[in-house]
Structure formats: C-alpha cells, structure tokens
C-alpha cells in the first residue's frame, strides 16, 4: 500500500499554490497525496524541516511581478533540497461579496505579489482606492467571505476562491500581461 504524500503549500484553501500542487500531483501521477495549505513560505520550509510534510510547494517568481520576497527570506532561514522548479499560468479575478458593485469598493486588498502583477490595472482603474496588502491571495478572499475585511473591500485572488467563498467575479483577468507565469519550487528536506 502506497503511503500518502503531504505536501504543504504556501497559500490557503484555494490558493494558486494549492493550484500548482495540484498541477504536480496530476503530472508526477501520485495516486496518494494531501495538500496542506500553510499560507507562509516560511511554514512550509519549517514543516519540511521538522517532517510533518514531505514535500513544500511555494512560488519564487513571476513573469511580471518579479521575485517573490517572502520566499527568498525563508529561503534563505532553512536548508532544503529543490526538487524540481514548474510554472503555471496565472489569472487574478477581482472578488466582493455577493451583490456588492464597485461604486462601493473602498479598498483592495492581496498579496504583494498579485498587488504586483496588477500594478497598472490597480493605478488606471481603483486610483483612489486603499490598496491593502494581505498574507494571502486566498486568505484574503476567505477572510472577506466572513466578514474578516468589510465589504467595502475587494480581493484579488482566483478564480477557484469565489465558488469556494461565495464570492462574485466583479471583473476577470485583472493581471496587467495577458500572459502571467509563476514559477514554483518543489522542496524536499535536507537528508
């Protein structure tokens, strides 16, 4: 019998980390594995490290939005092998809650990284809004989800996370390049 693979993520539920763990599993054909989401880089290398995962995913670099800072500090904290480096395309979706219209919207909020790669939609659309970064793309939408953020604010975050969240699309494919990569790293522990 096949043992079941953990693989942490850096993301929550819904996460394109989640998404690109899924991505791996599919292409590696491990018939037995569970995601677990662990929102920081740095609880994913800690994991790894003390064995309560088998495997860390978590992104290093976008196309458009460059290094992903987090990662490069916890990477630098831990020592870990790197197993193999994917990419997967990326589309942000700007979220609010259920009948909320963007006459209403205050302030955005997401994770540095997708702040980032919206950087030219954010200036040109929501000049006056809040941009508010958050520990999370996904975090952020479940936190607005049950009213963590008020709904004044938006999320930037996947297109999985409104089905997820019971949050609604107010507009789609928000990144500023068409085309929109994030490369991952696949970590396993030292030996």
Known sequence: MQTEVKIGVMGAKGSFSEKAAEEYIKEQSISSAA??????????LASLATGDIDLGI??????????????????????????QLFEIDVHHMLL?????????????????????????????????????????TAKAAE???????????AVIAPRRCAEMYGLEILEESIQDLKFNYTTFVVATAQK
């Open 143 to 153: 936190d607005l989800s049950i009213g963590t953020l008020p709904d004044t604010t």
């Open 58 to 83: 978590f992104p290093i670099e976008n196309s458009n939005g460059g290094i992903v800072l987090e990662a490069v500090h916890a990477m630098a904290a831990h020592t870990f092998n790197i197993k």
């Open 96 to 136: 609010v809650q259920p009948g909320v219209t963007s006459s209403h919207i205050t302030a955005i909020s997401s994770h540095d990284q997708a702040l980032k790669q919206c950087r030219m939609y954010l200036k040109r659309i929501w000049p006056d809004a809040d941009i508010e970064p958050y520990a999370d």
């Open 35 to 44: 995601i677990v989401p662990l929102v920081s880089a740095e609880s994913v």
